[in-house]
């Protein structure tokens, strides 16, 4: 498998430009991961407090740096406006299999940039030698859902009870797409 941390990919789509997220793109992810609409079906709720987005950024570099996950920021290629963020997480070289997930702020919402990110990243990560990527959504999670079928996942199952947020058990579905 040829996925080194060392050499972190810049991914180019039609209309966006995804480089691996860097500690500066948490200002960015701050009012996103601001919005409740945003995290409405996130696993925590939405973050107020910058410093916790700093944290959980830096979290997601020092992921790369120990090759676990590459995370990266999404911009648009006509203005380098930051879109959001999508990535492979939970690397798994000797199964050859890891998660994507994505997350993109209200304002760039319906113009397909996600999936247009994601068929780059499910590319890369076929050629990269990987052979089955999963997601997981909570309940009514129709967008994310939406995404995933389009994008050729197949519903895998049901993990009840998977997520406690504010008080409450809730159930994830799995998605999977084997490469
Ligand atoms: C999930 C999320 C990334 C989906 O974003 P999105 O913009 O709705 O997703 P898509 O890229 O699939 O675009 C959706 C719509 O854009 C429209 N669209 C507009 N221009 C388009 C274009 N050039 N190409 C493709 N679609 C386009 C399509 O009609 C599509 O709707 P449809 O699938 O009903 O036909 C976003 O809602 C989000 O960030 N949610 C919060 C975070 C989250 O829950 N992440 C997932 C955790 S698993």
Known sequence: MILDPKRLPILETERLRLEPLTAADATHLYPIMGDPEVMAYWDVPEVEDPDIVAGVVQGQVD???GGRAIYWAMRTLADRAFVGSCELSEIDRGHRRAEIGFMVGR???DRGYPLEAMR????????????????????GARRSEA???TLGFTEEGLLRGHILKDGERRDCRMFGLLL
Request: aromatic residues 6%.
């Open 63 to 65: 992921a790369m740096t």
């Open 107 to 109: 304002d760039a919402w």
């Open 120 to 139: 780059t990243v499910i590319a890369f990560a076929a050629t990269s030698g990987l052979r089955r990527l999963s997601a997981r959504t909570h309940l």
């Open 147 to 149: 995404l995933l079928e």
